[in-house]
């Protein structure tokens, strides 16, 4: 994925609602491993050993892995639960998220469509309340200029668009740039055009960086 819509890092909000005296309470963060997910999930649990009801699920994509996804009813119905609340993380178009659901059973049954509605809502509205951002991919490329052209070029690149990911100074200065993939072409002719073909930029990987929406 190029692009992965999420929340904001950092991101931790809770969201009651209730429905037929039932207490419907999410936990909804940003989380970018299955390990940070399911911390998460034990940790609400922990918090709320009286609950009759800790159900959850999440979507993580890691850049070079196959994407993650998790659900569980924890107890509720089969079906009733988990996948609601993973349909509305997907219908959000969000990654790297994960919501844990808290029910305190308030004494009327609410039936398998109440159940279904009742966790997508809860899903559904925190995610209403987080700050959105964008995971970009870039292309991480990297050139060696001699200290005297550093700032020049920096300044150049920058006011290109490029994104400066750092510069190590030596004998020479080593600058990395982030750029889409689609712009790779171009920063590679800037980087002659600046040096008179002196420098050119290796390709060195790539590199996630996060952009709110």
Excluded at 11 to 35: G, H, M, P, V
Excluded at 142 to 160: F, H, K, M, P, W
Excluded at 168 to 175: K, N
């Amino acid at each position: 994925m190029g692009v992965i819509h999420t929340v904001r890092s950092g991101t931790r909000i809770e969201n009651e609602i209730e429905i037929k005296r039932s207490r419907f309470i999410t936990t909804l963060a940003r989380t970018d491993s299955s390990d940070e997910a399911r911390a998460l999930i034990n940790e609400v649990k922990a918090d709320n050993p009286q609950a009759r009801h800790n159900c959850s699920a999440f979507l993580i994509q890691v850049d070079g892995r196959d994407p993650h996804q998790h659900s569980s009813d924890d107890g509720e119905p089969s079906g009733t639960a988990g996948t609601p609340m993973i349909d509305a993380l997907r219908l959000a178009g969000v990654w790297n998220v994960t919501a844990v659901v808290t029910r305190y059973f308030g004494g009327i049954l609410l039936g398998g469509g109440g159940l279904v509605r009742a966790y997508s809502s809860s899903v559904s509205k925190a995610l209403t309340l987080a700050p959105k951002a964008k995971l970009v991919s870039l292309d991480v490329l990297e050139t060696r200029v001699s200290l005297a052209q550093a700032g020049r070029i920096e300044a150049e690149l920058r006011n290109a668009g490029a994104q400066i990911l750092g510069i190590d100074w030596e004998s020479e200065a080593a600058i990395r740039i982030g750029t889409l993939p689609d712009s790779r072409a171009f920063f590679e002719a800037q980087i002659l055009a600046l040096t008179s073909g002196v420098s050119k930029f290796q390709m060195m990987g790539t590199t996630r960086v996060e952009v709110d929406e």
